[in-house]
């Protein structure tokens, strides 16, 4: 049933593999801990398991995350004819406050990229993915994945497959585009040819993985006495908080992060109430 279910967030919900992996990873830790058939499990397990990982120190919002995981899997089963109703139907999520994510400050991301050492081993390639993450707001993954033949260096912009295999087209500025022509004098011969188009390589000549982005974002703010716990994702955050706060329309600011849904950017919105209070004060009709 896993296997069925993956292939059809896969295939049928066109879900990133990293979702799919996630979605399957919660079902599976739930069936293991109730030990029975999904046709036979109870509103009071699920309950009851979310207390479980709760009391294992699991937060409110991947709690939250979780019961969403199961209750898509049971909408399935549903569908399936596997089960007669879903039994997440019947579980209250828990209630999550605002999430407002970490935000660096202009002058934080400019800290962190010019402690970038340069004449270092692929320093001129952690410099060109530290500017790609924040100048053009990119996911982790999009990064990790992005190909040479999808950078358009001259026009400015690059085209990225973000979740879902969806396309958007994301301008490029010329500090980021710079730092990527100084990075393709350097960068080292890929160890494959399936490799060959891939943007970011390690010193084996294979693509970054995920958790090398993750490192190198965290080695970077060290150097640069960033105390915020970050993540490459909080670039993306600053990214869309930066351009809102110059006075960015959000309806673009959505094409470029690639939200679905205008409500999940209206997020950076609320980031910095001080801004948008003297905003809306100046051009006040009645100031």
Request: charge should be neutral.
């Amino acid at each position: 049933m896993i296997k069925d279910y993956r292939n059809y967030l896969r295939i049928e919900r066109r879900m990133s593999p990293n979702t799919v992996a996630s979605y399957c990873h919660d079902v599976e830790g739930f069936l293991e801990y109730v030990d029975t058939a999904p046709s036979k499990v109870t509103s009071a397990q699920i309950t009851e398991y979310l207390g479980f990982v709760t009391d294992k120190g699991l937060s409110k919002r991947s709690s939250a995350r979780l019961l969403s995981s199961l209750r898509s899997f049971f909408d399935w089963c549903v569908e399936e004819g596997e089960v007669k109703e879903n039994p997440c139907d019947r579980v209250d999520a828990p209630k999550l406050g605002k999430y407002l994510p970490a935000v660096l400050s202009v002058e934080e991301v400019t800290a962190i990229l010019e402690s970038v050492d340069l004449k270092k081993p692929f320093g001129k390639r952690d410099r060109a993915i530290l500017e790609v993450l924040y100048g053009c707001g990119l996911r982790v993954s999009e990064a990790a994945n992005l190909r040479i033949s999808h950078v358009y260096l001259d026009e400015g912009f690059v085209d990225v497959i973000g979740k879902g295999d969806k396309q958007r087209l994301v301008p490029l500025g010329e500090v980021a585009a710079d730092a990527i022509r100084a990075y393709l004098e350097d960068r080292p011969s890929p160890s494959e040819r399936r490799y060959e188009d891939y943007l970011f390589l390690n010193r084996f000549g294979k693509p970054l993985s995920r958790v090398s982005l993750f490192k190198l974002v965290k080695d970077q703010a060290m150097a640069a006495g960033i105390q915020k716990e970050i993540s490459p994702h909080t670039f993306r955050h600053s990214f869309a908080t930066h351009l809102i706060e110059n006075g960015a329309d959000l309806r673009i600011v959505q094409e470029m992060l690639g939200h679905e849904s205008i409500l999940t950017t209206e997020i950076y919105t609320h980031i910095d109430t001080a801004t948008w209070h003297r905003s809306v004060l100046a051009h006040h009709p009645r100031k």
